[in-house]
Each structure stands twice: as C-alpha cells, then as structure tokens.
C-alpha cells in the first residue's frame, strides 16, 4: 500500500507560480511511475505530468498543454515528487492529483494508475 498526500495548492493570479508536492509513504518500488493529474468542474481526470525513475534513469512526461510551463522533480531523501507551475494560466484551474503505479511503461491514462492523494485546490484568477 502506498499513501500518498499533496501540498501546496491555492489561489494566484494568472502568470504566477506554484509548487506542488506530493509526499510518498508506505511501501516502495524498485521503478515506478509518480504521476500528476488534474480535473476541472465537470470535466474528466487529465493528465498533467509524469516521472519514472529505474537503474538512475529518470524520464519526464508532459501533456502539451503544459509543456514548457510545468516541470516535475523528486527528492528521493524525502520520498517526495513536486510539480513546479509557472506562468500559470486560468484554464489550469482545477483539482491537482498525485498518482502512483508500479511499474510498467508510460501511460497517460487515470485508470493506470493503483494509488491517488487527496488533490489540491489550484485556482488561476485572470
């Protein structure tokens, strides 16, 4: 079982920052994916960002929507994953959830991943 717990959402204007963490507990992978998504107000769970890690390898996933702007990073002394947001825009508003899997290869798809946090309220004023 792995919990997981995010951090950092708020409130900010359009073409400010923030960054998220997502702290990791519970059992550990060998090599998996931590992941980050994001739902709006009736809209679907997308995905925002990935990162697997396997033998000192690390590779990073974006959605286009966020390429360029968002970057995701982990602290492996603190078993932590963060989503550094800049030049934030009001569609990015939303609901931010880390994901976990174990495993695997790259997948953009909710359903892939076995454990979730709580989310994060992000809010982009224009």
């Known amino acids: 079982q792995v919990q997981l717990v995010e951090s950092g959402g708020g409130l900010v204007q359009a073409g400010d920052s923030l960054r998220l963490s997502c702290a990791a507990s519970?059992?550990?992978?060998?090599?998996?994916?931590m992941g980050w998504f994001r739902q709006a107000p009736g809209k679907e769970r997308e995905f925002v960002s990935s990162?697997?890690?396997?033998?000192?390898?690390?590779?990073?996933y974006y959605a286009d929507s966020v390429k360029g702007r968002f970057t995701i990073s982990r602290d492996n002394a603190k078993n932590t994953v963060y989503l550094q947001m800049n030049s934030l825009k009001p569609e990015d508003t939303a609901v931010y959830y880390c994901?976990?899997?174990?495993?695997?290869?790259?997948?953009?798809?909710?359903?892939?991943?076995?454990?979730w946090g709580q989310g994060t309220q992000v809010t982009v004023s224009s």
């Open positions: 990162m697997m890690w396997s033998n000192g390898r690390t590779n990073t």
């Open positions: 994901a976990a899997r174990s495993g695997g290869t790259y997948d953009a798809r909710p359903s892939a991943y076995d454990y």
């Open positions: 519970g059992r550990t992978f060998s090599s998996y994916f």
